[in-house]
């Protein structure tokens, strides 16, 4: 099956800096999504993105689909606290309709 | 607005019993519905998927089954659990979109620990 190859595996920040994750995969992605998972809950959608070289932010959250359609990353800027949890990319590609590939994850630790 | 459900929260279970977990959406209809079990790793494995009533693809062998008896009800079953068993089990749905999905939106979760 496609895998995504999701990168850090594991930060540790100190409150205020950015935060870069990415995820990459041998395969051409029709959609990529973030997730945000806090421990004990489901993941929940940051952002999608569905076109070659969008870029879309939602507050202090930016993603990009590469160009090449086979990667994209996750920005996080100015972090806090509640940013703590796991990151997950997930990518749709040309196919398999209905069935996501997800990355492994990212573990962010936000130290204040 | 759509909002999905799943239940128990928990579960603790011994060997051998039976399982069934239930998973409701609200707010949609004729979604597409999945079941992924994330292990202690974090890894999202997806067990099965549905693209309509009655209608379940199994992705992984295993002793579990799935079923959808109504539009926006879908159960994850087990005869006989397994110590394997054990994990966070997750609910997903999405809309359909010209033949293919998109975004999928995940349930709360349920955690069952089989002892």
Redesign the interface.
């Known amino acids: 099956g496609q895998q995504l190859n999701q990168s850090p595996q594991s930060m540790f920040i100190q409150e205020g800096e950015d935060v870069s994750m990415n995820c990459t995969s041998s395969s051409i992605f029709n959609t990529w999504l973030w997730y945000k998972q806090d421990p004990g809950e489901g993941p929940v959608l940051l952002i999608a993105l569905y076109k070659a070289g969008e870029l879309t932010s939602n507050g202090r959250l930016t993603a990009q689909f590469g160009i090449t359609r086979k990667d994209s990353f996750l920005n996080i800027s100015a972090s806090i606290p509640s940013d703590v949890g796991i990151y997950f990319c997930a990518g749709l590609y040309g196919g398999s309709n209905y069935k996501l590939t997800f990355g492994k994850g990212t573990l962010l630790t936000v130290n204040p | 607005s759509q909002t999905i459900h799943?239940w128990p929260a928990t579960l603790v279970q011994p060997v051998g019993s039976p399982l069934s977990l239930e998973c409701t959406v609200e707010g949609t209809s004729n979604p597409?519905l999945y079941w992924y079990r994330q292990a202690a790793?974090?890894?999202?494995q997806?067990l099965f998927?549905s693209?309509g009533i009655g209608q379940i693809?199994s992705?992984v062998p295993q002793n579990l089954s799935a079923s959808r008896p109504q539009d926006r009800q879908f159960i994850l079953s087990s005869k006989k659990l397994l110590l394997s068993d054990s994990g966070?089990y997750?609910c997903?749905w999405?809309l359909k979109r010209q033949?293919?999905?998109?975004?999928?939106?995940?349930?709360?979760?349920t955690?069952l620990t089989v002892l």
């Open positions: 799943q597409n790793g974090r890894g999202l997806l998927y693209v693809s992705e966070f997750l997903a999405s033949g293919s999905t998109d975004t999928q939106y995940f349930g709360p979760g955690r």
